[in-house]
């Protein structure tokens, strides 16, 4: 079962040994604190790691105004657009602002998409989104250095286990003839 926003903000509180709330709209410190952190916590997280469950394939629609210079066109990102993962045929670009500068007359995107939705979330995102607000909460509610720290510790190795797991989530990765790999093997 999917974890809420209010239980993954427990969670956090919780490892802290802090007070846990009924929800984000409680008038309490912790509450108010989560409310506000939660959501930058959430979208950090999801832009450091290529969550399977936030990657989106789209076809990225041309802006009508082109660039100043530099680039023949100009592509509006999505509004949930957190970080830029692919462009199809490693077609040259640059992101820039809201926007994805490049000479293409058509560009196919994957991306890393924002989630609000907290019942799309992969078990380890929300380990790792508990650890880190628990990290990003430790100081204003504890004030130790050592659960910041722990939390930190913790935060790392969900990302480290997440990056593990999508090693083995797809087809193994080969490389091109000619590679640096095939000249060492070969001396």
Known sequence: MAATETELCNEALAFLG????????????????????YPGVRDAVLRQHPWR??????????????????WANKFRLPADY???????DDTEH???????????????????RRITNTTEFDALL????????AADLASSLTGLDTKLKAALTL????I?????????EGSPLTMPEGSWVENVRNG
């Open 18 to 37: 802090a007070n846990l709330i009924a929800s984000l709209a409680d008038a309490t410190d912790e509450a108010r604190r989560c409310k506000q952190l």
């Open 53 to 70: 469950c936030a990657i989106v394939r789209v076809s990225l629609a041309l802006d009508a105004t082109a660039p100043v210079y530099g």
């Open 82 to 88: 957190l970080r830029l993962l692919e462009v199809q």
């Open 94 to 112: 640059q992101v820039e602002g809201n926007f994805v500068l490049s000479d293409a007359a058509t560009l196919n995107v994957r991306y890393i």
């Open 126 to 133: 929300s380990k790792a989104i508990g650890y880190r607000l």
């Open 155 to 158: 935060y790392s190795d969900a």
């Open 160 to 168: 480290t286990e997440a990056r593990a797991v999508n090693l083995m």
